[in-house]
């Protein structure tokens, strides 16, 4: 590949969006816990949701990938500080272990 191209594949790189975790650094507050007590998560297990990955439920939520649930009679599910009121989803170790509930749900 020539200078020129590697020059112009450099400039697109450079103009892209930062990565996706960076969108929400909220995820990391001390404050945010798992039902064990533990913090919920990092922006590398906590993920936007994607459609039908989760289901609420009349206890709390359902991840289906993993078929795990949260209940909202312990900690582990917060409203989300998402600007665009997303549904977001913690998992460890194969486990849904915080929901942040988006506007609306």
Known sequence: MGRAALLILAALAATQPAL???????????????ATGAHCCSEEHCQP?????????????????????????????????????RVF????????VCVFEGAGT
Not at 57 to 81: L, M
């Open 49 to 85: 949701a994607a459609a039908g990955e989760m289901t609420p439920t009349a206890a709390g939520w359902r991840h289906n990938p993993t078929g795990t649930e949260i209940t909202a009679d312990k900690p582990g599910i917060y409203q989300s500080e998402d600007r665009a009121g």
């Open 20 to 34: 996706a975790h960076e969108d929400y650094p909220w995820v990391r507050n001390p404050r945010y816990l798992t």
């Open 89 to 96: 989803r913690c998992v460890m170790g194969g486990k849904l």
